[in-house]
């Protein structure tokens, strides 16, 4: 069983920039790909990076040029780095892990089956 942990969220003023972390709980030897996704009300859920075990990563449009996906594997972590945030960047943002499939992208989107999720956290942007 793999246990993910997001933390770090928060409210910010557009232009202001958040480093969410995600802890995990196992090495991530074990683990092939790893991701970020944001959910706003009444949206689908979107995803955002990938980083695979090897450090490629992978962006989506909506992050490409101010989020930076990043992996400290001595601490078992995750980041996501976000800079010139937006209001619309306002979103439940969850990391999600898949344990066998490397990271690949599917019409623009992260194309994994991401099997193990965290509980999220939350970002609100004002203006």
């Known amino acids: 069983q793999v246990q993910l942990v997001e933390s770090g969220g928060g409210s910010v003023q557009a232009g202001g920039s958040l480093n969410l972390s995600c802890a995990v709980s196992v090495y991530p030897s074990r683990v092939a790909c790893m991701g970020w996704f944001r959910q706003a009300p009444g949206k689908e859920r979107e995803g955002l990076a990938s980083?695979?075990?090897?450090?490629?990563?992978r962006y989506t449009d909506s992050a490409k040029g101010r989020f930076t996906i990043s992996q400290d594997n001595s601490k078992n972590t995750l980041y996501l780095q976000m800079n010139s945030l937006k209001p619309e960047d306002t979103a439940m943002y969850y990391c999600a892990a898949d344990l066998y499939q490397l990271c690949y992208l599917h019409s623009g989107n992260l194309g994994n089956r991401f099997g193990y999720w965290g509980q999220g956290t939350q970002v609100t942007v004002s203006e």
């Open positions: 980083i695979a075990i090897s450090g490629t990563t």
